[in-house]
């Protein structure tokens, strides 16, 4: 594909409560055994893009150990590859990445050194398949200088966290607003773009000059009518999952047979790194019902509507539902929990509840697991 690949993934949501306390928004696990960067990067490799950076910053070491093999991802390879690219000190530059057009511009000699002709630029907080293959054929089709994928958000979402579009009958751009207070309409940028590398070096050392640091807000906002700028609508899933509730409803989505058999039986793959662990074990007593349970977990209680990552323990008499626990969770006999999200490494004493009536809770257990 004529086309390089760079994934924003320095990002942190203080919406995201306590669960970004410890890791990147886009090191996020979802759907039981992924992250969320995971789709990002297996729609690059699905789409022919050999050569692909991500961006990290914050909270970047779970990241980081993530995407140490690109293997995983079939970036293995003598031409092109994967490329992880964090904020370097130097002489010219003493700052971290102070937004997305900044963390690019503080890596512009990966873009001077490329041969493509264009850049796919992808956020890692979302979960969607995408070819983006067929975004640069509608890119050039219109002559766009910038294409930007959108797509029309849930009813019940908050358009307010997200750049609201409009679009002529063509796909023109006609208005783009960053995180509106309100705003009419549902259709909303996904935070993927196609631009012209040359275009895209240009744009960004004039904005370094000026001391603008945010890829919309000071690049797609005020150049919306300077420049050719359309927008390719996605008809397929996409969610972006920086707030509680986007995450929690993103997992929950994946309860849903269809949801499942487009993301894990349909053609392209989603693919991530695989762990050796076992499959998960149902002990006597056990009860599952629409739950995804991942390798590694061991159930003795009752799991509904929930969510299990990798290596969790449910002890004898438990009640799990309409919960997400994250990796290697240990709960204690006796204990109900119920519309939690249960924060990784964490054990859950035996004889607990944690049950909300309203909203979601994030439970975060520090206690030690093993007694001397």
Same mark, same amino acid.
């Given at each position: 594909?004529?086309?390089?690949?760079?994934?924003?993934?320095?990002?942190?949501?203080?919406?995201?409560?306590?669960?970004?306390?410890?890791?990147?928004?886009?090191?996020?696990?979802?759907?039981? &055994?992924?992250? &969320?960067?995971?789709?990002?990067?297996?729609?690059?490799?699905?789409?022919?893009?050999?050569?692909?950076?991500?961006?990290?910053?914050?909270?970047?070491?779970?990241?980081?150990?993530?995407?140490?093999?690109?293997?995983?991802?079939?970036?293995?390879?003598?031409?092109?590859?994967?490329?992880?690219?964090?904020?370097?000190?130097?002489?010219?530059?003493?700052?971290w990445y102070r937004g997305t057009a900044d963390a690019i511009?503080?890596?512009?000699?990966?873009?001077?050194?490329?041969?493509?002709?264009?850049?796919?630029?992808?956020?890692?907080?979302?979960?969607?398949?995408?070819?983006?293959?067929?975004?640069?054929?509608?890119?050039?089709?219109?002559?766009?200088?910038?294409?930007?994928?959108?797509?029309?958000?849930p009813q019940g979402d908050n358009i307010t966290r997200f750049?609201?579009?409009?679009?002529?009958?063509?796909?023109?751009?006609?208005?783009?607003?960053?995180?509106?207070?309100?705003a009419h309409g549902d259709m909303v940028s996904t935070g993927?773009?196609?631009?012209?590398?040359?275009?895209?070096?240009?744009?960004?050392?004039?904005?370094?000059?000026?001391?603008?640091?945010?890829?919309?807000?000071?690049?797609?906002?005020?150049?919306?009518?300077?420049?050719?700028?359309?927008?390719?609508?996605?008809?397929?899933?996409?969610?972006?999952?920086?707030?509680?509730?986007?995450?929690?409803?993103?997992?929950?989505?994946?309860?849903?047979?269809?949801?499942?058999?487009?993301?894990?039986?349909?053609?392209?793959?989603?693919?991530?790194?695989?762990?050796?662990?076992?499959?998960?074990?149902?002990?006597?007593?056990?009860?599952?019902?629409?739950?995804?349970?991942?390798?590694?977990?061991?159930?003795?209680?009752?799991?509904?509507?929930?969510?299990?990552?990798?290596?969790?323990?449910?002890?004898?008499?438990?009640?799990?539902?309409?919960?997400?626990?994250?990796?290697?969770?240990?709960?204690?006999?006796?204990?109900?929990?119920?519309?939690?999200?249960?924060?990784?490494?964490?054990?859950?004493?035996?004889? &607990? &509840?944690?049950?909300?009536?309203?909203?979601?809770?994030?439970?975060?257990?520090?206690?030690?697991?093993?007694?001397?």
């Open positions: 594909m004529r086309a390089v690949g760079i994934i924003l993934a320095g990002g942190n949501s203080e919406k995201m409560q306590e669960l970004s306390y410890k890791r990147a928004i886009a090191a996020m696990p979802v759907a039981g &055994s992924y992250r &969320s960067i995971d789709f990002a990067l297996s729609n690059m490799t699905n789409s022919g893009i050999q050569k692909v950076a991500v961006l990290t910053q914050y909270n970047s070491r779970s990241l980081n150990e993530h995407l140490s093999s690109s293997k995983w991802w079939d970036f293995g390879r003598k031409q092109g590859g994967l490329y992880v690219f964090t904020p370097t000190i130097t002489v010219e530059n003493d700052s511009a503080q890596n512009l000699d990966f873009l001077r050194q490329c041969h493509e002709p264009y850049v796919v630029i992808a956020s890692g907080d979302g979960v969607y398949k995408l070819d983006y293959g067929r975004v640069l054929e509608y890119h050039i089709e219109k002559k766009a200088d910038i294409t930007v994928v959108c797509s029309n958000l750049g609201v579009v409009r679009m002529n009958p063509d796909g023109k751009i006609t208005d783009f607003e960053e995180k509106p207070e309100s993927i773009y196609i631009i012209r590398r040359r275009l895209l070096i240009e744009l960004l050392e004039k904005a370094q000059q000026q001391n603008r640091f945010d890829f919309v807000k000071d690049i797609l906002v005020p150049y919306r009518t300077l420049k050719r700028m359309y927008g390719y609508r996605m008809d397929t899933y996409w969610r972006n999952i920086s707030t509680v509730d986007a995450y929690y409803q993103t997992n929950m989505d994946f309860l849903k047979p269809a949801i499942r058999d487009y993301f894990f039986r349909q053609y392209p793959n989603v693919y991530s790194r695989i762990e050796d662990l076992p499959p998960a074990k149902y002990n006597p007593g056990a009860a599952v019902k629409n739950s995804l349970v991942s390798s590694g977990c061991i159930i003795n209680g009752t799991v509904e509507n929930s969510v299990l990552f990798k290596k969790v323990y449910v002890g004898n008499d438990c009640t799990i539902k309409n919960s997400i626990i994250l990796n290697d969770v240990y709960i204690g006999d006796h204990t109900h929990i119920e519309n939690c999200i249960v924060e990784s490494r964490g054990t859950i004493q035996a004889d &607990s &509840s944690y049950i909300e009536k309203e909203g979601i809770r994030i439970v975060v257990e520090k206690n030690e697991r093993y007694i001397l």
